[in-house]
């Protein structure tokens, strides 16, 4: 028997933040074509062996996130 749209809701609600995020994560895979995740998955790890080879290699300059921002914020600032 199917349940009623509006208890699944109301149950989910009642899930603690760890707990929603699992059922939105699946629930959301659920609209997309396996094939399409596994390829879209394959790619992000390979994007990030890369990001992380040239880290390794000491090819790119880390910056603190906090550096990042208030970079960015000066460069719109002007």
Do not use: C, F, K
């Amino acid at each position: 028997m199917a349940m009623d749209p509006a208890t699944l809701i109301r149950d989910g609600l009642a899930l603690d933040a760890d707990q929603r995020a699992v059922v939105a994560n699946l629930l959301l895979d659920s609209l997309h074509d396996a094939s399409d995740t596994d390829e879209v998955d394959a790619a992000w790890r390979a994007e990030a062996t890369r990001r992380l080879a040239e880290v390794r290699a000491g090819a790119v300059e880390l910056v603190d996130a906090d550096e990042h921002y208030a970079r960015l914020r000066a460069s719109i600032t002007g």
